[in-house]
């Protein structure tokens, strides 16, 4: 970039030099062999300045290429930052046997509330609360289905059908209740 800038500033100055003693001339060889000599000096002249045109616009190109990974980077930053924020006191949890999702912190009695987040959007980054859905008669079956990608459905385990059967708190298995001895 700097040779360049030399190079065009030196080839001016030689063509001004030359134009100088233009007038004062007498000589028509001499006209003739000035003349040839201011020729090639202004062909050198527009080299130098072509090629500072190049240099220049490989410079800005550059330029631009590192503004625009430079907004990349603070994108992901923010992305990155505003990721951090929404999953706060979030944890991975199960709330039916071999169902995990991400959930609050338990409550006093121990059982986690809706919203419940997909676990697979969670790993991306995406927060997405999952619903809950019903299909089938008889045979009734539940699911937590996720509203940005139908792929992460997760089937509760049968027989729990109400949302209120999820995040209940971990606690002994019931004990059975005992028949009441006969009186005699
Ligand atoms: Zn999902």
């Known amino acids: 970039m700097i ?33 040839a000599e201011l020729f090639k000096l202004v062909a050198d002249a527009w080299q130098a300045v072509f090629a500072l ?3 220049l616009q490989s410079k800005v190109a550059e330029v631009a290429k590192l503004e625009g990974e430079k907004r990349e980077l603070e994108e992901k930053l923010t992305r990155a930052k505003a990721g951090a924020t929404q999953f706060e006191g979030y944890e991975l949890a199960q709330i039916a046997r071999g169902l995990f999702v991400y959930t609050s912190a338990p409550e006093a009695d121990g059982s986690r509330k809706p919203p419940y987040l997909c676990p697979t959007c969670m790993n991306d980054g995406v ?25 992460h459905r997760l089937a509760a385990p049968r027989g729990l059908w109400s949302i209120d059967h999820f995040g209940r708190p971990p606690g002994p298995p019931q004990v059975e209740v005992a028949t009441p001895p006969s009186g005699g």
């Open 3 to 35: 040779g360049e800038i030399t190079a065009a500033t030196s080839a001016l100055a030689g063509i001004k030099t030359i134009v100088d003693g233009f007038v004062a001339e007498r000589d028509a060889v001499k006209l003739q062999q000035t003349r």
């Open 53 to 55: 045109q190049l240099a």
């Open 127 to 151: 927060r997405s609360i999952l619903n809950f859905q019903r299909e089938g008669g008889r045979q009734e079956q539940a699911y937590f289905v996720c509203p940005k990608n139908s792929g």
